[in-house]
């Protein structure tokens, strides 16, 4: 029988993004690492996994004593703190971790994070982007955009459309969509 080896993941920074995140990840029942210097978040999340660490300085040697080198995925939620989130994603690149996401709240911190070799995610920025979208249409129900030339939109389709195949509506001629699912 083949089993597939448990994904682990890192989170560091649990302010209300890295929290949100860590808990979510636990709850999936995925192996976790969590680290912050604030003793209380730590604490919080000890009720989610037994691999939380108080760690003050985000030294590499620090980080590897974490076991943070060991998961498959890190995420550094530090957002305000620019020059803590370079260092701190440099070191967990040095580390080896084959896949790195960081946070970031400026396009410039973003460039940074991007050129260390980090994927980077602008939460407050994503998520307005998404709201905006649901918004100014009453027809998406929700939006996820995936690059610039590319985004996934849960759509509601109109009264005059029903009863009618994908292929009679021809959505890629008359509105520039792919339609990828039904629900």
């Not at 760690?55 to 590499?60: A, Q, T």
């Not at 590897?64 to 994603?89: F, H, P, Y």
């Not at 979208?133 to 690059?147: E, G, H, Q, R």
Request: glycine residues 8%; hydrophobic residues 45%.
């Amino acid at each position: 029988m083949n089993h597939k080896q448990k994904k682990s993941y890192g989170v560091i920074g649990l302010g209300r993004f890295g929290m949100a995140l860590a808990i979510k990840l636990a709850q999936a029942g995925v192996e976790l690492i969590g680290i912050d210097s604030d003793e209380c978040k730590v604490k919080e999340l000890r009720a989610y996994t037994e691999h939380a660490f108080v760690v003050g300085d985000l030294g590499i040697e620090t980080l590897r004593e974490t076991g943070i080198q060991n998961c498959d995925t890190v995420v550094i939620c530090i957002g305000e703190k620019i020059d803590a989130s370079i260092l701190t994603t440099l070191h967990v690149v040095q580390l080896g971790v084959k896949n790195v996401i960081s946070k970031a709240t400026t396009d410039d911190q973003g460039s940074l994070l991007a050129i260390l070799g980090a994927q980077v995610v602008f939460p407050e920025r994503d998520m307005a982007e998404r709201l905006a979208a649901k918004l100014v249409s009453t027809n998406v129900m929700d939006y996820i955009s995936i690059s610039n030339e590319v985004d996934i939109s849960e759509v509601r389709v109109g009264e005059h459309m029903h009863g009618q195949t994908i292929r009679s509506i021809d959505f890629r001629k008359h509105f520039n969509l792919n339609v990828i699912a039904l629900v």
